[in-house]
């Protein structure tokens, strides 16, 4: 079969899974403004029942394929739901395929790489870009969760001390804070309602959200649901104790930014130099780029530049 048939073929593929991917991202970020409400109460707002809501939060993936490849990769899927995102793993398994495709594609025919080089390529970018913005994503939807969680835990004790139940607490605070914590806290709400126990329905929040203060408010009000005891005065000083960690985390962030922006700049200025290099003097590349360790140079250099910034971010990053 004719080569360049196969090309065509490959890249309307590629095109076709794009729009696909694009479509599919856009259904999963639809429906999340950036006001003082959150998705789910968006979505009951809308042509949505309580079922449809829980299962697009809870990202349950129907059909057999995504249900394979949901047990396939859990870490994967793990990091979609820390992310927050309502996109299935086979779709993101498609979009990694699509783009390393693309990148095979393009640095086969536009950059004259072949052979094992531009495979290489094309499954490092595939699994790269996709990777970076999931752990992108979810730090950043940690970070709300840290500044939001002592404002919900505040909710929750002055609700306490009114006297109501903490499932009407909670209930409060699914439907008077933004996402995500407003939404997440609406799941664990939506499940007891649906006939979960409090205890079942805290492990699944702490499950979908991993992040260490939750955890210790869920192992706070497990304690608490098991001895007895006034709940509203612990989860008072849990919220202090977590509010008090925000402002040292801020604090660190303030003291490292030197450092961060350093890194910043030693990492772009490399690429900054290559881009200025070929507009100003074309030529300069382009005289070695036919030696045989041009592309192996290249490569090990970019991977020299990746393990420099992870060192550098790893100096300016603490745990609090």
Not at 120 to 147: C, D, E, N, Q, T
Not at 170 to 194: C, K, R
Not at 207 to 218: A, G, K, L, N, Q
Request: some cysteine; overall charge positive; charged content about 15%.
């Amino acid at each position: 079969m004719d080569s360049k048939f196969l090309i065509l073929l490959g890249m309307f593929v590629s095109t076709l899974l794009l729009i696909q991917g694009a479509y599919y991202y856009y259904l999963s970020v639809k429906g999340i403004p950036e006001e003082k409400i959150n998705r789910r109460l968006v979505m009951h707002c809308g042509n949505f029942s309580n079922e449809q809501v829980m299962s697009i939060l809870r990202r349950e993936q129907d059909g057999h394929i995504a249900t394979r490849f949901k047990n396939l990769l859990p870490r994967l899927d793990n990091l979609i739901t820390q992310s927050g995102l309502t996109i299935s793993t086979f779709q993101i398994s498609m979009i990694m395929l699509l783009l390393g495709f693309a990148t095979f594609i393009i640095s086969t025919l536009l950059l004259g790489i072949h052979g094992l080089s531009s495979v290489a390529i094309g499954v490092v970018v595939g699994a790269a870009i996709p990777l970076f913005y999931l752990k992108f994503k979810a730090r950043l939807r940690m970070r709300h969760f840290s500044r939001q969680l002592p404002d919900a835990l505040d909710l929750i004790v002055r609700s306490l001390k009114a006297g109501h139940p903490i499932n009407a607490a909670m209930s409060l605070v699914a439907n008077e804070m933004a996402d995500p914590i407003g939404s997440e806290f609406g799941l664990v709400v939506d499940e007891m309602t649906y006939g979960n126990d409090l205890r079942e329905a805290l492990t699944n929040l702490a499950e979908r959200v991993r992040h260490p203060d939750i955890r210790y408010m869920v192992v706070t009000i497990e304690i608490q649901h098991a001895t007895g005891g006034n709940l509203a005065e612990v989860l008072e000083g849990l919220a202090a104790i977590m509010r008090g960690r925000v402002r040292m985390f801020a604090r660190i962030r303030s003291l490292s930014a030197e450092g961060r922006f350093s890194a910043y700049i030693v990492s772009a200025l490399p690429f900054i130099v290559f881009l200025g290099l070929s507009v100003l003097s074309p030529k300069y590349f382009l005289g070695v780029s036919n030696d045989d360790l041009y592309w192996p140079m290249l490569i090990g250099a970019l991977c020299q530049l990746m393990m420099g910034n992870y060192i550098m971010f790893k100096l300016v990053n603490f745990k609090v």
